[in-house]
């Protein structure tokens, strides 16, 4: 592998020491000849065979010849990390950024950092854009406009950083399908509009070079001039798929960020992406949101350390250079031939299912967006989810289901069969791609639609798993097989999709019967077989731990039961109070009385013992049962204040003088409580 030096300052620590290299990688030969399609099936032989593997934009691919080299990284570093640290990672990262530079037309290395991924650089521009909200430089309300179909991590990004703290979004649609860039640009200059809208200013601008889903390529140039001409501060281009799928000029673009991703289609192992920040806006307040040590020293150098981790993908970056130009045309060329393959892929399947594009041919890139047929009446993101799943796992297909939701007043692009089409297909192409990929899609697709398949009743996600176990089990080779299975029964995948009698037979002589399936019913009634088999678990559990000891009370417990004994006590008192106080109020009636010659007079009760001096006695209460010098206290009950004309007449002679003080209540031996 020819290996890159930079000339650095011999005293610049940060960037090592070049004088004690001591584990140069040797030199290897140049290989003139390009690749064969033997050599590119070599490259990508760790790829799962037997599988359709279309969707080359979610997660791109990385050839053997690279993961080798990103091995010879990581063993460099666990070797000896110091000496990789000190002399290898940042003279071997700088290479990196060197080459991108070259390859985007950038006017300072010092313009190229290297970050994980796309959304990364989106957490930086709008960290910064947060900040100017709290710090007072930009106005409440003032927005931030972008497309409706940016990626979901950037709208996350901006609630976290940006709305919370008082600025605003606007949403531009996206048309589509879409027929050419004016439509485009018409729509963001209304969006513009909507956001400079009372007075507010446009702060920040997000355009996507090429969107993810719908796919669409971008006329990012005539966007970014617009911003310009509109005023807008700042424009970020988020170009997570740009790379390795069309020209990258950062300085005839003219974006103030500009990032993309160099695992998608640049043949980088994950994760690794440029984040290219024009030099006047280098000099702002950016920094990486993962704060170390080297806080301060300019954004490549921040984003170059950011703790102990792999940064073999980010090394890398010279030995994909030197496997793309195996290529005839080197990256242009294999840029080149993707197009040109996804489009006529695109429309062999448009012409089969009886649908359209997306997008024209020339606002197509190495992915292409394809309808679906009307009949599969793909309703909703849950259908496409659907949908999607049963290709994976029935058919051996990978390949992105779009929902297209239609506004009131759209009429939508009808099909073959005078149907509105509802969701569309993204395909991409690379180059380990081949065009049975493409018809095995095709033909999934047209099968479904033959059998009258829909959506609605595709079995669901958790039966695709279940009916898939086996083959989850065996080797690649055995997945290998499945298509020519497939093609020695008629309809092998919907058998999978039922059970025959004769498996539940089968089945039912090896489990027995149950009552879920069907084949038995219960003699009693629910109630009474959930409570014997509630009955049972708590014997067993009560036989499990009889034995054990008390488990200690935990401090928050023991707290909850002392708490728990004053509250009782407390209750205890307050009850002791009550009948305190109805006692004596019970003696002021009765003294109130006395006052009164005519009216007959009671006699009062003595003040209420002590707590300690009560005795509660049960059964039958007479002297014999009793000591002679107990005192009873009796819970007095209300009594009339007045006498009843009847009592007026049992009472016979002067009234007796009231007794005062304490004194012995007896009983006959026939009395009793009405307790």
Sequence with gaps: REEILIPMAADDRRNGDLTNHNHRDPKKPRLSEFLTESDIRSEFAHHQTGVARVNNGSFGCCPSSVLDAQREWQLRFLRQPDEFYFNGLRRGLLASRTVISSLINADDVDEVSLVDNATTAAAIVLQRVGRCFSEGKYQKEDTVVMFHCAFQSVKKSIQAYVTRVGGSTVEVRLPFPVSSNDEIVSAFREGLKKGRANGRAVRLAIIDHITSMPCVLMPVRELVNVCREEGVEEVFVDAAHAIGSVKVDVKEIGADYYVSNLHKWFFCPPSIAFFYCKKRSSELDVHHPVVSHEFGNGLAIESAWIGTRDYSSQLVVPSVMEFV??????????????????????????????????????????????????????????????????????????????????????????????????????????????????????????????????????????????????????????????????????????????????????????????????????????????????????????????????????????????????????????????????????????????????????????????????????????????????????????????????EKKEISGPPEPLQTGLALVSYSDESEDDD
Excluded at 514 to 534: H, S, W
């Design 325 to 646: 130009k195996r290529f005839e045309g080197g990256i242009d060329g294999i840029m080149e031939r993707n197009h040109d393959e996804a489009v006529r892929m695109g429309l062999m399947l448009c012409n089969a299912w009886g649908t359209n594009l997306g997008s024209p041919p020339e606002m197509c890139v190495g992915m292409v967006m394809i309808g679906l047929p009307s009949k599969l009446c793909v309703e909703s993101d849950e259908d496409a989810v659907k949908l999607r799943s049963y290709l994976r796992v029935h058919r051996l297909v990978e390949v992105p289901v779009y929902f297209l939701g239609l506004r009131d007043g759209e009429e939508g692009v009808r099909d073959k069969d005078s149907g509105v089409i509802t969701a569309y297909v993204r395909i991409s192409r690379q180059v380990y791609n081949e065009t049975e990929d493409y018809e095995r899609l095709r033909d999934a697709i047209t099968e479904l639609v033959k059998d009258q398949m829909t959506c609605q009743n595709l079995p669901p996600f958790g039966i695709f798993r279940c009916n898939n176990k086996a083959l989850e089990e065996e080797e690649p080779q055995t997945l290998a097989k499945v298509p020519e299975m497939a093609e020695q029964t008629e309809k092998p995948i919907r058998l999978l999709n039922f059970v025959s009698e004769e498996q539940l037979e089968e089945s039912k002589k090896e489990r027995g019967e149950r009552v879920e399936d069907g084949t038995f019913q219960r003699d009693r009634a629910l109630y009474e077989i959930l409570k014997e088999n509630k009955d049972k678990k708590d014997a067993e559990f009560n036989e499990r731990f009889k034995h054990r000891p008390p488990k200690a009370l935990a401090e928050d417990e023991t707290e909850f039961l002392d708490k728990l004994e004053m509250s009782k006590r407390e209750y205890e008192r307050q009850l002791a109070d009550e009948d305190e106080q109805q006692i004596r109020s019970f003696q002021a009636a009765v003294a109130a009385r006395s006052a009164t010659p005519q009216e007959p007079q009671e006699a009062a009760l003595p003040p209420p013992a002590s707590a300690t001096k009560e005795h509660k006695t049960t059964g039958k209460r007479n002297s014999a049962t009793r000591p002679f010098n107990t005192i009873i206290r009796v819970k007095p009950q209300l009594k009339k204040v007045k006498a009843t004309e009847e």
